[in-house]
């Protein structure tokens, strides 16, 4: 008779793992802690050891995954800026039940790092007023993959008799992709004649 497999430690990464999974296949209103127990198997209150409070930091680490990005700069602030946008969106498209979180919660931890980061590297390329660049460039990606996550159909309250089936994510489509670059080269333009002449 084959030994048993000893059971997979929890850790936080675990948790945050198995939380994504079910808000995005079940949707954020069903991510209730004892829900994410019975996924990790164990008591709901074995979380609280690497969450101390509770579902609170729950939905502040799920927030934090999904806005906490990283790219390396670009030989242009555009290119760095158009980096950025694109990882936000991939990001935030992979993980559409966790977008209302990412809208809603404030920028700290992990995400107010990448903020600064983001910042900082377009600075340093010669963008000025970058932090007021980053609020733009912030507000448009998150909208548009609202917009996205909206015509897609994901979002649709499922019946509560029936499972939560929401379509394929993160596929988009070239429509929105090509919607998504034309308004981002709007965007970047719009900054670009916004800036100082020497």
Do not use: N
Request: contains cysteine.
């Amino acid at each position: 008779m084959p030994a048993k497999r000893p059971p997979v430690p929890l850790s936080r990464e675990r948790i945050i793992e198995a939380a994504l999974h079910i808000a995005d296949s079940q949707g954020l209103r069903r991510l209730t802690m004892r829900r994410l127990g019975d996924a990790l198997q164990v008591e709901a209150m074995a979380i609280y050891h690497h969450l101390p409070r509770g579902k609170d930091a729950l939905m502040d680490a799920l927030a934090e995954h999904v806005t906490s990005i990283h790219v390396e700069p670009g030989e242009t602030w555009q290119d760095s800026a158009r980096a950025w946008c694109r990882a936000s969106r991939a990001a935030l498209r992979e993980h559409p039940g966790v977008l209302a979180l990412a809208l809603t919660k404030p920028a700290k931890g992990r995400t107010a790092i990448a903020v600064r980061e983001q910042t900082d590297q377009l600075t340093d390329a010669g963008l000025a007023d970058a932090a007021r660049a980053v609020r733009a460039l912030r507000a448009y990606v998150f909208g548009a993959v609202a917009v996205e996550v909206q015509q897609s159909g994901w979002a649709e309250p499922a019946d509560d008799d029936d499972p939560w089936v929401p379509p394929s994510k993160g596929g988009g489509s070239v429509a929105a992709d090509d919607d998504f670059e034309l308004g981002l080269d709007a965007l970047l333009s719009g900054l670009a004649t916004s800036q100082p002449t020497s």
